[in-house]
Structures are given as structure tokens and as C-alpha cells.
């Protein structure tokens, strides 16, 4: 039986661990080319390896231009063309408005949100001369909801999921789609000091009314289908992946 992403190509960003990691190794079972784009060469090769012939792993900051912009044509060397672009990578640094430092700030939204829109910049005329494409952004609960002391997280989530909404506009009639996930607490290595502090898990864990933390694979499940042509009629939406978190 032919795979779900059968003939397809594909970059994710951060995917050299975590949600990014599960969604490259899910592609790649699912008939997709793979470029495997982090800027921790050791995991991404690794991530890599793990697939073989059919990843190409690209070392690679998305928050610089130049990078992203390597990304794309490395990806489009090697396979040919670009289908799709999951913009997954993403780092977290602790401060509310006040206090959050400026360095901080820029970080965060450079890696967030800039990287997101640096590789859509890039990758979004490759997916028109292939006739179409999906774009797909990891933002975050904390993308709809206000969490405490991550308030250049929070920004960055937000603006994600209305550059997805631009992008879905202007793309329309291009056949270019894109999309956002939102996820919940997910075990990876982003939250490996929270799940071994008992006392703020509590509150989460109460959150997650499905009665269990995420695992990278429930995240790139939802990315396989926003990818695939199943979704063809989805666009400029928000995918809650949190275990029913925003449901009160
Ligand atoms: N884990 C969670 O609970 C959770 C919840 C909601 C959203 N998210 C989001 O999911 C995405 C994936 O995170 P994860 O949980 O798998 O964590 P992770 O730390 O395991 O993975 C993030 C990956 O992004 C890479 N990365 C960071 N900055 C980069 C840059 N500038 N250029 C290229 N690669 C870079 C890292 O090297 C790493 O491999 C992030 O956007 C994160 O904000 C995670």
C-alpha cells in the first residue's frame, strides 16, 4: 500500500530531537523525502541515520536568513522539489514583559517566529513551481492561552498561528495550505526540568484532562495529516493537540 506522503518532500525544522524527530522518522514511513533541519548537528544526524537514504540532514540556524534560505535549496537539490515545510523548531526562555531581557526576547522570537517565516519565505515559491504545498507551524497551547513568566514564548506562539493565517490567505489560490498545531505538554527534551518537578507538574497534569502527558508521536500524527492530501480542504487552521487542555 502506498504511503500517505507517498512521492512527497518534505523539511522540518528542529527535527534533530522531540516532536520534530517523531514527524521526520512518521514522514519518512509514510513515503516522504526528508530534510532533517537543526542546528544541533549531533541529533539531526541522528535523526538522520535513523531514516537513511530518503533524509538529508541540513545543519542549520532558522533564525538566520541565509540558513533558511540553504534549507530550501539543499532540500530542493537533492529531491528535486518542496512539498512541504513543517516549521517545528523552537526554544522557550523564562521572564514576563518586564523582566525578560531584551537578548531574551530577541532570541525567541528569532528561533519562534522569524525562523518560521524565513523558511515559508523560502520555501513557498518552490511549493508553487511544484504545484502546491503544506505549510505547518508547531505553535502551543501557550499560543492561545497566557502562561506565566514565558512571555516572549507566549508572543512568539501567538504570532505563529496568524502567520499561518496570512500565509493561508495569500496562498489560497496557489494551492499552498498552512496550518498550526497547538500542543500541550508533551514529553521531550524541552520539558525534561518540568516533568522532574513534581510540584508544577501537579497543576499541568490537573490541565490535561485526558488523564496523560503527550508524546512527540501524538504531534506528529496531527502533522501527518495536516501534510497530507487529506487535509486538502484545511487551511488557516488551529489544530488543538493537548490532551483537552483549552477545553475549559
Ligand atoms: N514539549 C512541549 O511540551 C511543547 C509544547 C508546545 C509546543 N512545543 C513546541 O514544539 C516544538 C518542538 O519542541 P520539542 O518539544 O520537540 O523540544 P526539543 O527541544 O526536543 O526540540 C526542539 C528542536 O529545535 C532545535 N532548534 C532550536 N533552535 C533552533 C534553531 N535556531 N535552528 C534550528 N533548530 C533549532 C533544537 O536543536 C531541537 O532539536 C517547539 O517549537 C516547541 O516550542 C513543545
Known amino acids: 500500500m502506498a504511503g500517505r506522503l507517498q512521492g512527497k518532500v518534505a523539511i522540518i525544522t528542529g527535527a534533530g530531537s522531540g516532536i520534530g524527530r517523531a514527524a521526520a522518522q512518521l514522514f519518512a514511513r509514510e513515503g516522504a523525502g526528508v530534510a532533517v533541519a537543526d542546528w544541533d548537528e549531533k541529533g539531526g544526524k541522528q535523526t538522520a541515520a535513523s531514516i537513511g537514504r530518503n533524509a538529508l540532514f541540513v545543519k542549520a540556524d532558522v533564525s538566520s536568513s541565509a540558513d533558511a534560505r ?135 497534569l490537573k490541565s490535561t484532562i485526558i488523564g496523560r502527558l503527550g508524546e512527540p508521536e501524538d504531534i506528529a500524527n496531527a502533522a501527518l495529516y495536516l501534510a497530507s492530501d487529506e487535509s486538502s480542504f484545511v487551511t488557516g487552521s488551529v489544530i488543538a493537540v493537548d490532551g483537552g487542555w483549552t477545553v475549559q
Open 70 to 204: 540553504r534549507i530550501v535549496d539543499h532540500t530542493v537539490k537533492k529531491f528535486g522539489k518542496l512539498d512541504i515545510l513543517y516549521n517545528n523548531a523552537g526554544i522557550v526562555r523564562y521572564g514576563t514583559a518586564a523582566d525578560c531581557s531584551e537578548e531574551d526576547w530577541d532570541k525567541v522570537m528569532g528561533v519562534n517566529l522569524r525562523g518560521a517565516w524565513l523558511c515559508s519565505k523560502y520555501a513557498i515559491p518552490e511549493m508553487m513551481k511544484a504545484g502546491g504545498g503544506s505549510v505547518i507551524m508547531t505553535s502551543s497551547i501557550a499560543g492561545q492561552v497566557a502562561f506565566g513568566n514565558i512571555a516572549a514564548y507566549c508572543a512568539s506562539k501567538g504570532g505563529l498561528i496568524q502567520l499561518a493565517r496570512s500565509i493561508a490567505l495569500d496562498y489560497a489560490s496557489k494551492k499552498v495550505r498552512a496550518n498550526v498545531i497547538c500542543p500541550g505538554v508533551i514529553r521531550t527534551g524541552m520539558t525534561q526540568d518540568l516533568l522532574k518537578d513534581k510540584k508544577a507538574m501537579q497543576p499541568l
